[in-house]
Structures are given as C-alpha cells and as structure tokens.
C-alpha cells in the first residue's frame, strides 16, 4: 500500500499554543481526511478535503489539500485541554480507504 | 441512539481459544469495516464489506474471519487467538464504498487482551 508519514508523532504545547501537523506521502490522492481519538474511544472525523489546494475550517482547526496532492496539513489554533487526543490523516484513492497516517498524539498544558 | 455499536467493549482470554467480537450499525449505511489499532495507536483496516460483500481483505491471517449476516452487521471472528492479535479493534461504517463524501463513522472500539 501507500506510504503515508505523518508528523510530528507527538506534540506538548502550553494551552493557547497554536498547533501544526501533517501527512504526506509519495503517492497522489483524491482526498484526505482528518480525524481525532479521544483516549478510549473510536476516531471521529473533523475535516474532509476532497480538492488539491482546498482550504477548510472547522471552528479552531484548518486543514489544506497540497496542491501536488502529495500532502495535507491540519492547523489548531489557541489550543485548549479538551484538544488533547491523537490526531490522524487518512488518504483515500481509487475510492477505496486504506490508510491511516502513524498519528500525532497532542498534549495540552493548562 | 448510538450510531456503531461494538460489543464486548473489554475482551480478556487465553492464548488458542476463539473469541468474536460484535458489530452493529443503525445509520443504514451500506458499508462496514473493521480495524485494529496497536500499541502504538497505529490504525489498518482489515476488512471492509459493502451491502454484505467482502470489498477490502487487507493481509490478515485466516484466522480472522468477518461475517456480515446483513448490512448493518459486521462480526469478526478469530480462531485460535495469539498474543499478537492484542490491540484495540475498531468497526465502522459508511454510506458508500468511500468515493468522495462518504465519512466513516466509529465504533467505541474493542480492547482485547491476549494472556
């Protein structure tokens, strides 16, 4: 399958911090999605991006599909405690769903 | 209420014996898939089945075979269980075969615990 590297694998930040993380990977994609864990519970999606160079928000958080559809960025700004989780990209091609990036697990200080 | 259910949420046992863990989903969606995330939080899907037809079989030992008696279920049986098979395994579902705007939806997830 595709190679799919996300970064970082983790993140401490103080309450307040913005936060940036990625997914990318040698393969072009249809579309990437965001998902985030809570400790103890299943993923939940935040954003979806189904266009090279599109630009989402939802609420704090923004997400862009690159333009050479290698790559996807997800951005939290003025992080709170409840943002704490794992955050992960999933890519989608051939409409059909593989693969999850490694994760970025994110820790917030209050 | 709850969109996908799993059960047994917690699932402890011994090395060799079978064991299934249960699915079900009430959003009428046609697709369902099963997960397993590991110890270092790393999710691959396993088996993803559409309107009861086996679409995605990842390489999974056949050990693990998923039954969908219907399209809102989705069970994962496992014969003669190892230790490596201890994760977390999460089901979901979708509208569709995952074209475009179908979102996945999770399950609370499944630990089990291979001794």
């Known amino acids: 399958g595709q190679q799919l590297n996300q970064s970082p694998q983790s993140m401490f930040i103080q309450e307040g911090e913005d936060v940036s993380m990625n997914c990318t990977s040698s393969?072009?994609?249809?579309?990437w999605l965001w998902y985030k864990q809570d400790p103890g519970e299943g993923p939940v999606l935040l954003i979806a991006?189904?266009?090279?160079?599109e630009l989402t928000s939802n609420g704090r958080l923004t997400a862009q599909f690159g333009i050479t559809r290698k790559d996807s960025f997800l951005n939290i700004s003025a992080s709170i405690p409840s943002d704490v989780g794992i955050y992960f990209c999933?890519?989608?091609?051939?409409?059909?769903?593989?693969?999850f990036g490694e994760g970025t697990q994110l820790t917030v200080n209050p | 209420d709850t969109a996908v259910s799993q059960t047994p949420k917690y699932l402890v046992t011994q090395m060799g014996n079978d064991k299934s863990i249960k699915c079900e989903q009430n959003?009428?969606?046609?697709?369902m898939y099963w997960y397993k995330q590991d110890s270092k939080k790393f999710l691959k899907i396993m088996f993803s089945y559409n309107n009861k037809e086996l679409i995605i079989n990842e390489t999974v030992p056949n050990r693990f075979s998923p039954k969908s008696p219907d399209k809102a279920h989705l069970n994962l049986h496992i014969n003669s269980l190892e230790l490596g098979d201890s994760a977390v395994y999460f089901c979901?579902?979708?509208?569709?075969?995952?074209?475009?705007?179908?979102?996945?939806?999770f399950g609370p997830g499944t630990r089990l615990t291979v001794l």
């Open positions: 999933e890519e989608e091609t051939s409409g059909s769903r593989l693969t």
């Open positions: 959003l009428g969606h046609d697709t």
């Open positions: 991006l189904y266009k090279a160079g």
């Open positions: 979901a579902s979708s509208r569709g075969t995952g074209i475009n705007t179908d979102t996945q939806y």
């Open positions: 393969s072009i994609f249809n579309t």
